[in-house]
């Protein structure tokens, strides 16, 4: 896992020629609302994992007088990855010239975290967002883990539409598909309980760093009563799948809660110790990850993208989160209205790493005065 040290990108949103040379550091990008500061990062997250972290839709990535996007990343390792996409058709990527099948490989070689005012919603949305933040982390340190939730989740698809469809033989056909999938429910069950076992002490630490005084705990809820054998537990769940017309427990329901002396998070802590507890959570499994990394001869970083960092947190705790990043030595992007805003940044960011855009052109902040 490299730092990004060039990003280009042509026609994404309002960003139309931009070419930069990154820091391996810190990079903090300054404009005004709507100039396209937020876009750059989400040219990254697009260029890392094929989706916006705004928006499920394509069509508003596109330029409004152009058919395509590309986006263009160099690493200090020379690696190299490139997308262009259109309005329609499937898009192109490549690895240092190679075309991809998928992002998986990308995903490793590019691992991102984003922080921004959306990133509430893992304590405050549903639980598909802690769901995808737990196999966000399992991607990483089990790569053995994708298949498998990738063959549940095709399995509970499959069963779905059976039980939609309610043939005559649907119970016998039942009886088949949950073999193979309590057989992967277990074992994705017991990879998220390792890794929450093994996470929750670097996460309690950081809270009290983050937030002293305030003890977190996590409470993980795997989707079904543990205390029953998962291919128990579907059989005595059936009538009221077939009812329902879906798969209604098992791990693709599993979440976990943040609770702060037993009560959840989000009834107890202001805004400002909310995001300071999703940055507890996003900086504490990165940190975890990167120990996990440190016991192969492969090296781990991350990259962080931060957007509007001081929304909601006064100058002390984003002091906190920025020094803390700092001590990790991974890459970070900022953005920021103006310097001011996130001063401490702005010092420990070298020159090259500073730049400011306006009306989607973005320059090197010492040459665009």
């Known amino acids: 896992m490299a730092a990004l040290s060039r990003l280009k990108v042509e026609d994404f949103r309002n960003l139309k020629a931009v070419d930069l040379q990154t820091s391996r550091r810190f990079n903090l990008i300054v404009g005004s609302n709507g100039s396209g500061k937020t876009s750059a990062l989400e040219a990254i997250h697009v260029l890392s994992v094929g989706r916006s972290f705004r928006t499920h839709k394509l069509d508003p990535l596109v330029a409004t007088d152009s058919s395509q996007f590309l986006i263009y990343g160099e690493f200090a390792e020379a690696s190299r990855i490139g997308l262009q ?7 192109t990527l490549r690895l240092n010239g190679e075309t991809q099948a998928g992002w998986a490989e990308i995903a490793t070689l590019l691992p991102l975290q984003v922080i921004n005012t959306d990133s509430f919603s893992l304590l405050e ?3 598909k967002a802690r769901r995808r933040f737990l196999d966000w982390a399992m991607f990483h340190v089990e790569h053995s883990y994708l298949p498998d939730w990738r063959a549940y989740r095709r399995i509970v698809s499959q069963r779905n539409m059976l039980l939609k469809q309610k043939p005559r033989d649907l119970h016998q056909q039942l009886d088949a598909w949950d073999l193979d999938l309590a057989r992967l429910a277990q074992a994705i069950h017991h990879r998220r309980s390792a890794l929450i076992e093994e996470f929750l002490p670097i996460f ?5 760093e983050f937030l002293p005084g305030t003890p977190a705990a996590l409470e993980y809820l795997p989707g079904w009563n543990v205390e029953m054998p998962i291919e128990v537990a579907f059989f005595e769940s059936r009538e009221r799948d077939i009812r329902y017309g879906m798969t209604l427990l098992g791990p693709h329901r599993a979440d976990f809660n ?25 900086l504490s499994m990165g940190q ?4 996990r990394y440190s016991r192969s001869d492969e090296q781990y970083r991350s990259i962080y993208l931060i957007d509007d960092l001081a929304a909601e947190l006064d100058h002390i705790n984003c002091g906190l989160v920025i020094d803390y990043l700092w001590n990790t030595d991974d890459q970070c992007f900022f953005t920021a209205i103006e310097e001011s805003a996130l001063l401490k940044v702005a010092e420990l960011t070298e020159s090259s790493g500073k730049f400011h855009v306006e009306h989607g052109k973005i320059s090197p902040s010492y040459a665009a005065v």
């Open 204 to 208: 309690t630490n950081l809270v009290s």
């Open 85 to 91: 996409r259109g309005r329609s058709g499937s898009p």
């Open 125 to 127: 949305g549903g639980g």
């Open 258 to 282: 943040v609770k702060i002396n037993r009560h959840a998070a989000i009834e107890v802590l202001s805004r400002g110790q909310i995001k300071m507890l999703v940055c507890a959570l996003k």
């Open 288 to 291: 975890f990850i990167k120990a």
